[in-house]
């Protein structure tokens, strides 16, 4: 008699990781898609007013509960990160000028070595919780927050410093401002609860 038994066997943590990694380039670059296109559709002087922003405000509304779907999968996607041998970090790229609110400039994902641009509300709420955190000065309590990070994840990684980066530059001339560029594991979105709503 043949056997007819089936196995069934779930996939590695690994291979769900890359699957999951797939699915999130597939979520940005729909993103970006869309993102295209309202530039387009803003921009093409054919189209009358009414119908131009009644298909802007469709597709905006739909882009930021896209947002809100891609965070939820991102959350996802790094707690099986945490699972398996793979970086997982987040950088940051803001600007604080005098006297105003810190300015996002870029936030990306990294894994291992690939660099993806992730939503700039992201980086947003990140640095909006770390500013939170201290007093007017900021730059101190973005140094304070590093140095925990870094002191936190080199303990947690078995002294692999490298996973944590601060660079300050400022700038005096036109206007006097900070740049910072600022890089963690991404696991930190996740321990402090990060939320984009």
């Not at 089936?6 to 943590?13: A, N, V």
């Not at 890359?18 to 387009?40: A, E, N, S």
């Not at 000065?137 to 927050?145: E, G, Q, V």
């Not at 910072?180 to 609860?193: F, G, H, M, N, W």
Request: net charge negative; proline share 3%.
């Amino acid at each position: 008699m043949a056997d007819t038994s089936i196995d069934i066997r779930q996939g590695s943590t690994e291979d769900e990781f890359w699957k999951r990694y797939d699915g999130l380039r597939d979520m940005l670059l729909h993103m970006k898609k869309r993102v295209d296109l309202i530039r387009g559709i803003r921009a093409e002087a054919v189209i009358p007013d009414q119908a131009r922003d009644m298909a802007i405000t469709a597709l905006t509304t739909e882009l930021q509960g896209n947002k809100q779907v891609f965070f939820d999968y991102l959350l996802n996607f790094i707690s099986v990160g945490m699972q398996v041998l793979h970086r997982v970090d987040l950088e940051v790229q803001f600007t604080i000028p005098e006297g105003t609110k810190a300015e996002m400039n870029s936030c990306t994902l990294i894994v291992d070595d690939t660099s993806q641009p992730l939503p700039v509300e992201i980086g947003t709420r990140f640095i909006a919780f770390i500013l939170d955190r201290g007093g007017q000065k900021h730059l101190d309590t973005i140094l304070t927050f590093y140095r925990e990070e870094e002191t936190r994840y080199d303990k947690l990684f078995g002294g692999s410093l490298d996973r944590c980066y601060l660079k300050v530059t400022e700038e005096l001339y036109p206007r006097r401002c900070v740049h910072v560029t600022l890089r963690v594991p991404a696991q930190s979105l996740i321990e402090y609860r990060i939320s984009l709503q």
